[in-house]
């Protein structure tokens, strides 16, 4: 199974741009990269998922690098309310109907006035 | 993006009782679904795959008699939690795949057991 390993936690200045790190070196060529957050007793909130190309939607843009060893998540203008737990997750198999998603530590985000 | 439901949010039971937690998906269909727990300042652990028409998937470690896993149609599954105890008391969370790469969470029920 693909691992992931993010930091522990980060700050960003309200307004700017966060962008999240995360390593997967280990994945395979079909493995999809998904980013969820979790904000403190709710369940996670689905953000993007990508394969192999950057991804764009409402809430984030997701940076694939080309050998897909490692993605960055990006919010463009941070606000107070994405203060949260981001989780990088690779799936683990299942086609496009599921597969398993193993959590990891995840990255605490701290978004400051 | 689509909806996934837990039933109940929270619930409160005394030790040695059985707990049911419904999870549907509101606006699609899942073959598949997955329970988690979470317990404090943790993150969330698989619990088991649960399979419309079949016997669910536990991870390892996660004993089957205890969680029972029910997936009685394409929207709904149940976790039973058999005669609970203090040290089960947790966040329980279920998600759904749609067949889109999409895979949604519900709100969690929270557990507690006295």
């Known amino acids: 199974d693909a691992k992931t390993t993010q930091p522990t936690s980060m700050d960003c200045a309200e307004g700017r741009a966060a962008n999240l790190p995360c390593n997967h070196s280990t994945i395979s060529g079909n493995e999809y990269v998904y980013w969820y957050r979790q904000i403190h007793s709710q369940g996670p909130q689905y953000i993007i998922h990508?394969?192999?190309n950057n991804e764009t939607n409402e809430m984030a843009s997701l940076i694939i690098t080309e050998d897909r060893k490692s993605s960055t998540l990006i919010l463009p203008h941070a606000t107070l309310r994405d203060t949260a737990v981001y989780y990088c997750i690779v799936r683990v198999g299942g086609g496009n109907q599921g597969g398993k998603l193993i959590f990891g530590q995840g990255t605490e985000l701290s978004v400051k006035p | 993006g689509a909806v996934v439901s837990q039933h109940p949010s929270w619930v409160i039971c005394k030790s040695g009782t059985s707990v049911k937690i419904e999870c549907r998906s509101l606006?699609?269909?899942?073959?598949?679904m997955f329970w988690y727990r979470q317990f404090p300042k943790q993150s969330l652990m698989l619990m088991a795959t649960?399979?419309?028409?079949?016997?669910?998937?536990?991870e390892q470690g996660v004993e089957k008699d205890k969680f029972l896993i029910n997936h009685a149609s394409l929207t709904l599954s149940t976790l039973t939690v058999t005669s609970a105890h203090p040290e089960d008391s947790s966040f329980y969370i279920c998600?759904?795949?749609?067949?889109?790469?999409?895979?949604?969470f519900g709100p969690g029920t929270r557990l507690t057991v006295l």
């Open positions: 649960s399979n419309e028409g079949s016997k669910a998937t536990y």
């Open positions: 606006d699609f269909q899942a073959t598949t």
């Open positions: 998600s759904a795949p749609t067949g889109n790469n999409e895979q949604f």
């Open positions: 990508g394969l192999k």
